[in-house]
């Protein structure tokens, strides 16, 4: 099992910029698949942005397109998550989290990292 931790979180202005860091752990990452999700007060968690170690393409939610990237440093094991032109609906917990590759299921989460958009 593959065991993640956030950081980066933290308060923002409109418009402002913020880069989450997802730090893995344990079993060999480059068969994973990691991926960002946020969970707004009130609403289901959804789906952000994911990537694939070994180099695969990198996928985002149409909310998020054009402004949020996703990246990776294999040497560190760690993902990043640039997010730019922040708006207020991206404020939310955002987490980090890890499927084998060619699974669905992501089954290794981090513990979330809070992001508040203030006006």
């Known amino acids: 099992q593959v065991q993640l931790v956030e950081s980066g979180g933290g308060l923002v202005q409109a418009g402002g910029s913020l880069r989450l860091a997802c730090a893995a752990s344990?079993?060999?990452?480059?068969?994973?698949?990691l991926g960002w999700f946020r969970q707004a007060p009130g609403k289901e968690r959804e789906f952000v942005a994911s990537?694939?170690?070994?180099?695969?393409?990198?996928y985002y939610a149409d909310s998020v397109k054009g402004r949020f990237t996703i990246s990776r440093d294999n040497a560190k094991n760690t993902v990043y998550l640039q997010m730019n032109s922040l708006k207020l609906e991206d404020t939310a917990v955002y987490y980090c989290?890890?499927?084998?590759?060619?699974?669905?299921?992501?089954?290794?989460w981090g513990q979330g990292t809070q992001v508040t958009v203030s006006s």
């Open positions: 344990g079993r060999t990452v480059t068969s994973y698949v």
């Open positions: 990537i694939t170690w070994s180099g695969g393409p990198t």
């Open positions: 989290a890890a499927r084998v590759s060619g699974t669905l299921e992501y089954r290794a």
